[in-house]
């Protein structure tokens, strides 16, 4: 047998019902913001990533799905959604649409880490973008969307919010930053000695024991910000504040892509260990330029469905199917399969027997689907057209004539 791949995961039927119902409550929640779904390809130009996300991020350059086609091109398989959604939004000429554009996803996107409970090499993400508006509704809009959709799927995550300025107030902070951390480095990691030069802020969300014990003493984004970032991040708050969304400013928050400007958030759960992020995203005002578009502001977050699965944890789902009819003869059989093939054009999901059973293993087959009815024919049944629908549950039957099981199955679907 050749196993799977490390760091992926099949989704078996029995636990796919768990991964419909959430992503229905994500395109529910979507839809009543006005979000549309948008599809983009699994893979890239390597160049879009290195551009988009940023070659100073641990994405870019460590975890990337990177090979040749057979054309020579350099493609990569996503590691996230934004960049593409970016790239479909200029390369179709949407800015010249009506803004603010608004779009979801639901997709699998691929890291090279180690893999370990809740961090996996082929995940899935439900995100969503808004372009177009620089305005703090628009933040605010997209973490109400985001809370949502948490809120709708049972799920307890705390909102982490920040500003990280822009690039004015980057400038300024940075400094401070280097100034702070340069005594440190030969105490910290050989990755933050390389942020140092690169891009210090990342030393802020070092996970490394040593690195993170400097974090608390270091200074804060938020004493650093310029007038109009200053109002901006206050515009969020209001609007949160306003709309009853709870958050608790945390100036560590940096995020680990390179195209955040201004608001930067995550939902984190306590219930999750090392991984807690179940939710996360921010502002990028310049990203769109960086793809050649004409300077559009852009907000956006994206939630990892497996996070999210595994602190929903399992749920029972309904049973496969309305009714399995049994059949104890070859007639019967056949009686069995047509009448399946008449009920399912009614739209009720139901099996017959395939595999030649007796009556006893069929009637258990039907119990292992947990079919809510069960029919049994018989010549009896055949001769009078009749037959009794048992009501697996409660075991009381009716008699029903063959011909009206459609019209008897209306409004008792399971
Ligand atoms: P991210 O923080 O890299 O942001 O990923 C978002 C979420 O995806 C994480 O909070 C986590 O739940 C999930 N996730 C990330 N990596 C893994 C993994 N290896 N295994 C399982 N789950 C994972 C982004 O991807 C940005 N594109 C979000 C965004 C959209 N910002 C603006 N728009």
Redesign the pocket.
């Known amino acids: 047998m050749i196993p799977i791949q490390k760091g992926c995961k099949d989704v078996l039927p029995a636990q796919s019902y768990a991964w419909q119902t959430l992503e229905s409550l994500a395109r529910r929640t979507a839809k009543k913001y006005g979000f549309r779904e948008i599809r983009t390809p699994m893979f890239e130009a390597t160049e879009l990533f290195a551009r988009g996300v940023g070659d100073t991020s641990d994405?870019v350059t460590k975890e990337m799905y990177t090979f040749n086609d057979k054309g020579g091109r350099s493609v990569t398989l996503r590691p996230?959604?934004?960049a593409g959604v970016a790239r479909a939004f200029v390369e179709n000429g949407l800015q010249g649409d009506v803004l603010p554009f608004k779009a979801y996803y639901i997709i699998s996107?691929f890291?090279y880490?180690r893999p370990q409970a809740?961090?996996?090499?082929e995940?899935h993400?439900f995100?969503a973008?808004l372009y177009g508006a620089e305005s703090p509704a628009a933040d605010a809009e997209v973490i109400a969307l985001a809370s949502n959709f948490l809120k709708s799927a049972k799920i307890k995550a705390s909102l982490r919010l920040n500003s990280i300025g822009c690039a004015a107030c980057r400038e300024k902070y940075v400094a401070a930053l280097r100034e702070y951390f340069k005594p440190h480095l030969p105490e910290m990691c050989r990755d933050c000695n390389v942020r140092f030069e690169k891009n210090p802020l990342r030393m802020l969300d070092c996970k490394e024991e040593a690195c993170a014990r400097l974090r608390d003493g270091a200074p804060r984004i938020t004493d650093y910000l310029c007038d109009d970032c200053r109002a901006h991040f206050e515009g969020v708050k209001e609007y949160l504040d306003g709309a009853g969304i709870a958050y608790t400013v945390d100036p560590r928050i940096v995020?680990?892509?390179d195209y955040?400007s201004r608001t930067v958030f995550?939902f984190v759960s306590d219930a999750l260990g090392a991984?807690s992020?179940?939710?996360?995203?921010?502002r990028?005002d310049t990203l769109l330029e960086k793809m050649d578009s004409k300077p559009t502001p852009a907000?956006?977050?994206?939630?990892?469905l497996?996070?999210l699965l595994m602190l929903r944890g399992e749920s029972t789902p309904p049973p496969h199917i309305t009714c399995y009819i049994a059949g104890m003869d070859a007639a019967s059989r056949k009686k069995a399969f047509l009448l399946a093939e008449e009920l399912r054009a009614a739209g009720v999901p139901c099996e017959a027997d395939l595999m030649e059973r007796s009556l006893k293993a069929q009637m258990r087959y039907a119990d292992k689907l947990r079919a809510k009815y069960a029919i049994v024919l018989g010549e009896r049944e055949l001769a009078e057209e009749e037959a009794d629908v048992k009501n697996m549950k409660t075991s009381a039957a009716e008699r029903v004539n063959l011909r009206k099981l459609a019209q008897y199955f209306k409004g008792r679907k399971a």
């Open positions: 994405i996230e959604g934004t996107a890291r880490e809740g961090r996996l090499r995940f993400q995100g973008e995020r680990g892509l955040y995550e991984q992020a179940v939710l996360a995203g921010g990028y907000v956006g977050f994206a939630a990892g497996e996070r």
